[in-house]
């Protein structure tokens, strides 16, 4: 048997041991399906890698027990399987490589793994790698690192900031004066939620497109509360009013089309010839234009009128450009 199933084997009999509070040799070999023999040897190696793993006898029968107070006395609170979730998800932290708790995250796991026995912490990591998360594209390179820093200083503090900005909309570099509410993570980039009170509204900017930014000594009382949910509407990093939209996808890509939750306000119609149609109740953004177009001929927009015109304009300006190209030839 290999290596890695009689770790997952091991593993497994200990999370039983702990939910059960206690088991016998005869009903462990019976859920994992190998002999006693084998059992009584798994028992031996998890006690040698450090579990506190005992056996008492009660009416006459032998159970064995894992004493879980050594667990919790160093982490109050944690069941073993959480603990190893913890010790685990360092992987995760790749996806967030440069982010504002990155060093003060790393400095934890460094403690949590000094604190762990050292045969468990090799147990731990014999395990399989069952979960991997791989980093993606991150915007804005290393350079951003101090920006995110800084405004993080900024919105714990509350204090205002001033930030020379380059829009891509406008094509213009500005100075803000701003109020930082909210960083948030998205699809590898960081933006920030702030205050203009020039414009006396809410706005959201691209941290990688800050060029210079600078905290102020002078404070702000936040002028309103914010919802969990900045952006419940979009299907990206924007605000509106949410409309119906509805979107028909063929045969071929309706499986993949229904596996997944693009929306929370999304309903799935099921259609005779195989296609599947979409409803959503979202704002008209360019994430919206963004995601129905990036499934080509496979999607056709059916309402609203003005985003079937815009979507077919679209694509027939995409059509014009290859048509160009293969003049050119």
């Given at each position: 048997m290999?290596?890695?199933?009689?770790?997952?084997?091991?593993?497994?009999?200990?999370?039983?041991?702990?939910?059960?509070?206690?088991?016998?040799?005869?009903g462990l070999a019976r859920k994992t399906n190998v002999t006693t023999r084998t059992i009584r040897r798994d028992l031996i190696a998890l006690q040698t890698a450090g579990f506190p793993i005992y056996d008492e006898v009660i009416d006459g029968k032998r159970f064995w027990k894992l004493d879980t107070q050594p667990f919790r006395d160093l982490f109050p609170g944690f069941s073993l399987p959480e603990l190893y979730a913890l010790y685990f998800s360092r992987a995760l932290l790749k996806c967030?490589?440069?982010?504002?708790?990155?060093?003060?995250?790393?400095?934890?796991?460094?403690?949590l793994e000094a604190v762990l026995p050292r045969n468990t912490r090799k147990f731990f990591d014999q395990l399989?790698?069952?979960?991997?998360?791989?980093?993606?594209?991150?915007?804005?390179?290393?350079?951003?690192?101090?920006t995110i820093e800084g405004l993080v200083t900024a919105t714990l503090g509350q204090r205002q900031a001033t930030m020379r900005y380059h829009s891509l909309s406008s094509k213009r570099t500005k100075d803000y004066l701003v109020e930082p509410y909210r960083l948030l993570h998205f699809q590898g980039g960081f933006y920030l939620f702030a205050y203009v009170s020039e414009y006396n509204e809410m706005r959201t900017f691209?941290?990688?497109?800050i060029q210079h930014l600078s905290l102020l000594?002078?404070?702000?009382?936040?002028?309103?509360?914010?919802?969990?949910?900045?952006?419940?509407?979009?299907?990206?990093?924007?605000?509106?009013p949410p409309q119906h939209i509805e979107v028909e996808f063929t045969a071929e890509r309706a499986p993949y089309v229904r596996e997944v939750e693009w929306h929370a306000s999304q309903q799935v119609?099921?259609?005779?010839?195989?296609?599947?149609?979409?409803?959503?109740?979202?704002?008209?953004?360019?994430?919206?234009?963004?995601?129905?177009?990036?499934f080509g001929a496979s999607a056709r927009v059916l309402a609203p009128s003005d985003l079937?015109?815009?979507?077919?304009?679209?694509?027939?300006?995409?059509?014009?450009?290859?048509?160009t190209s293969s003049s050119k030839r």
């Open positions: 290999p290596r890695s199933n009689e770790v997952i084997r091991q593993w497994n009999i200990l999370r039983d041991l702990e939910a059960s509070r206690r088991g016998t040799i005869d967030l490589a440069g982010a504002p708790f990155q060093k003060d995250l790393t400095t934890a796991f460094a403690k399989p790698t069952v979960l991997q998360a791989r980093t993606g594209r991150r915007r804005g390179g290393n350079e951003i690192d101090k691209a941290v990688e497109r000594e002078t404070t702000f009382e936040p002028s309103q509360e914010l919802s969990s949910e900045l952006f419940a509407h979009s299907l990206g990093m924007m605000q509106g119609a099921d259609q005779p010839n195989g296609s599947l149609r979409l409803s959503l109740e979202v704002c008209i953004d360019q994430p919206l234009r963004n995601w129905i177009l990036s079937v015109a815009e979507i077919a304009a679209e694509l027939k300006r995409a059509r014009a450009g290859y048509k």
